[in-house]
């Protein structure tokens, strides 16, 4: 029947709204923060908070679309689902799928280079790098890897303790950062160009990216249609809160000076004024902590795509093939292609990467949820208002790559043009096998 939606096959309707919700939290309040506030402030300074509240604002839109797709088709799959679902053409829906299994790449491959940035500073303090920092980033990706190649079971619990450990830092530093606010410090002395401040949205975005997580949850939820509006919104709404406070924290404690210096490593810079060295050093733990747990948990989401995806034949039968234990050579090659990522990019450039592929991405859940509004019951002006401010966004940090060098800009272009050759090749192949 029209508008219902499609009933669930799991039997396991277990999560309530505030489950959902700390899943949503705990997915975006993660590496991205400590890897993104220092390259946001970067580019507009003391108007920081305001670029994470714009791209809070986004995220609210872009949840709510989300939120409905999800209740309506409460599955696993999430974002892919809904491309199958929602898109005109399989090609086109494969395409998007292949572009978000880029951007889980490249999101590994940042959140690596911020946990050698961390690990650098933590543990070479006086050091010109020469190299260490891309070989922090290298070894993490390997020892995960192997972790997520040899069991799932490996994966698993620890995320929720990571979690717990790493809001709990990020609180204290936000209680004790209010009291030492410098106001000289936070003082707006020149504006932002237009292109600039869209572009710091445009990556402030990437860090509430994670709420996209929620939806997979869906299909364990035992009235979604109810429960995941409700959710995303809590979700969203208290990561907006966290985000503007720890952005006035930084701001109001680092000088433009350290900031410049200390970018990849902002968030524990920050301690250093506010709780000494001690300070420094838990949240650098902390931080270490939080980038170990996102490359793991997206390692393990990434496996299980591409395994899917070379079972449907949108990727090369090697990419389930089993090679050892639950490795397929696909495995291998996406890592050795994430080694490559995480040293031949710096951080600022995987950052600017992965954000325009994300946006790409959301901004194609907006036209799912846009033609199929009348069936999952979404508002036709949320949706229309969402979809225009993240194009705006989309293009404006564009334009602003642009600006800075044609290099990501070409990075983009490839993976958009290499994800559609692989499409097309997908379909040829499903074709031949009567699929």
Known sequence: MMGEPPVSASKNKSLSIFNVAALGIGAMVGAGIFALLGQAA???????????????????????????LGAFYPSRGGIIDFFRHGLPSTTLANMLSLLYLVTLALTIAMVARAFGAYALQLFHEHSTSNGLQEAYAGGIILVLALVNMASSNAVGRTELVLVAIKLGILLVLIAAGLMTIKPQLLQIHQAPSTNEFLSSVGMTFFAYAGFGMMANASDKVANPRRTMPRAFMIAICLTIVLYILLSLVLLGNVSAADLAKYADTAVAQAAYPILGRLGFTVVSIGALLATASAINATLFSAFNIMYSMGDNKTLPALFKQTLWHQATYGNVLAVLAVLILAIALNLNSLANVASATFLICYLAVFVVAWRLRHKINASPVLVLLGMILMLLVFIGFMSSLLIQGAKEVAIVVGALLGCWLLALNAKRQQRLSGR
């Open 42 to 68: 970067l580019l507009v300074h003391s108007a920081t908070w305001l670029s994470f509240a714009a791209g809070g604002v986004i995220a609210l839109f872009s949840g709510y679309a989300y939120s409905c």
